[in-house]
């Protein structure tokens, strides 16, 4: 009797899965590692290029300065450029380094669901957001305001419309899906307690100023400026999914 032929090493069992896909741990878009390349490249040029006088220079530029819009001065370039440039400057090696840590764990899947340019424009505008809420709340302040901490805000505020959803061992790209309602997003014990937190931290570091190693006191409102324009204004810069 002739015995059967062994399946070759090609063919696959009936009873073996596939191993599903798992998504790199580090997977930067290069959208995300070029804001991050600017933000060190400016720091590293501010600290060992410039001196203090060429800094100040640079901050009165390129910082956000409330009281430049209370109609004192006239408005020049910079009053117009400087709601932008001021997120590519930090106040120390720790803010530039707790910004990017953020900035890399909810920039990338944001990213990677938005593409390069729709991620620009919403760096942009939760940015711009969070400026906005500050300049309403302190219209004659003199203090620059700098760094990305407003946009990052806002991509926490769309990460949490995405229930932050990040299942790297499903083959399912990070915040897979369609965006949660908010009346859903506002019911998920899991959501509201991470915003809880992360609402307390930043009204005890503004408000009371102990934030390690980072000079001056976090501009808690520009976070809630920013915040509030991702979480609301996610869909204008979401891209649509094909129906699963």
Same mark, same amino acid.
Do not use: K
């Given at each position: ?23 790199? /741990? ?6 995300? @590692? ?7 490249? /400016?720091?590293? /040029? ?12 640079? @901050? ?14 006239? @408005? ?36 990677? =669901? ?12 939760? !940015? ?32 949490? =419309?995405? !229930? ?26 899991? /959501? ?32 809630? !400026? ?8 996610? =869909?204008?810069?979401? =891209? ?5």
């Amino acid at each position: 009797m002739r015995e059967p032929e062994s399946p070759t090493e090609t063919e696959p069992q009936p009873d073996e899965a596939p191993e599903p896909r798992r998504e790199p /741990v580090f997977n930067l878009p290069p959208v995300v @590692l070029a804001v991050i390349g600017i933000c060190v490249t /400016v720091h590293l /040029v501010r600290v060992y290029l410039l001196t203090d006088d060429q800094d100040f220079a640079l @901050l009165v530029r390129t910082a956000f300065v409330p009281i430049r819009y209370s109609g004192r001065y006239d @408005l020049d370039f910079y009053a117009f450029s400087s709601p932008f440039t001021y997120a590519f400057l930090h106040g120390g090696a720790a803010h530039l380094l707790i910004n990017m840590v953020w900035l890399a764990a909810f920039g990338s899947p944001l990213a990677n =669901r938005f593409g390069a340019l729709r991620f620009a424009l919403f760096f942009a505008a939760t !940015g711009l957001a969070s400026v906005a809420l500050f300049w309403a709340l302190h219209p004659l302040g003199e203090m620059p305001l700098v760094g990305a901490s407003g946009a990052i805000s806002g991509m926490m505020g769309a990460a949490a =419309r995405y !229930g932050f959803r990040i299942d790297r061992s499903s083959g399912r790209a990070a915040f897979a899906g369609q965006p949660l309602p908010i009346a859903i997003v506002l019911r998920s014990r899991g /959501v509201m307690t991470f915003l809880g937190v992360w609402m307390v931290i930043n009204l005890a570091t503004g408000l009371l100023g102990f934030a390690p190693g980072i000079d001056g006191q976090i501009a808690w409102e520009a976070h809630i !400026g920013g915040f509030v324009a991702g979480f609301f204004g996610l =869909r204008f810069f979401d =891209r649509p999914m094909p129906a699963e």
